[in-house]
């Protein structure tokens, strides 16, 4: 097999993790530059991450980091974004969630989607006085 025959029996990556969002990007998320700003993909991950620590926590947790995170694609007006998560880790009071964002094309709405990005987040469980509580 040449090479160009192996890339193209190779199957298509797909999402990890269980769906926790889907927006769509429109025209007041756009940077300068007209591309959907950076931040609002991130915001958007943060809060979709929070679905399974919340879960596993059986409470109220807080961002406390993001390691890894890298664009892959642009993510343009019109494009529906789709938000997938899953827990990695657990400790005493945290947990780590990897977090991925993939893209439908406006243009290309019947293609196959698109990772744009991802990143593992850490969330830590918090009481009612914003401490670090244990998980259950």
Same mark, same amino acid.
């Given at each position: 097999?040449?090479?160009?025959?192996?890339?193209? /029996? /190779?199957?298509?990556?797909?999402?990890?993790?269980?769906?926790?969002?889907?927006?769509?990007?429109?025209?007041?998320?756009?940077?300068?530059?007209?591309?959907?700003?950076?931040?609002? @993909?991130?915001?958007?991950?943060? +809060? /979709?991450?929070?679905?399974? /620590?919340?879960?596993?926590?059986?409470?109220?947790?807080?961002?406390?980091?993001?390691?890894?995170?890298?664009? +892959?694609?642009?993510?343009?007006?019109?494009?529906?974004?789709?938000?997938?998560? #899953?827990? +990695?880790?657990?400790? #005493?009071? *945290?947990? #780590?969630?990897?977090?991925?964002?993939?893209?439908? *094309?406006?243009?290309?709405?019947?293609?196959?989607?698109?990772?744009?990005?991802?990143?593992?987040?850490?969330?830590?469980?918090?009481?009612?006085?914003?401490?670090?509580?244990? @998980?259950?």
């Amino acid at each position: 097999m040449t090479e160009s025959q192996t890339e193209a /029996a /190779a199957p298509p990556e797909l999402p990890q993790g269980h769906p926790v969002g889907r927006l769509i990007a429109m025209p007041a998320d756009t940077n300068p530059e007209g591309d959907i700003f950076g931040g609002w @993909l991130l915001a958007h991950m943060d +809060l /979709a991450g929070a679905t399974p /620590a919340f879960e596993r926590a059986q409470g109220r947790c807080v961002t406390i980091a993001l390691d890894g995170m890298i664009f +892959l694609q642009p993510v343009a007006v019109g494009d529906e974004v789709s938000i997938y998560a #899953r827990v +990695l880790k657990t400790g #005493r009071t *945290s947990i #780590r969630v990897q977090v991925e964002a993939w893209k439908r *094309s406006r243009n290309q709405a019947s293609a196959a989607p698109v990772k744009v990005t991802e990143g593992v987040f850490t969330y830590v469980a918090i009481d009612e006085e914003r401490r670090p509580r244990p @998980l259950p």
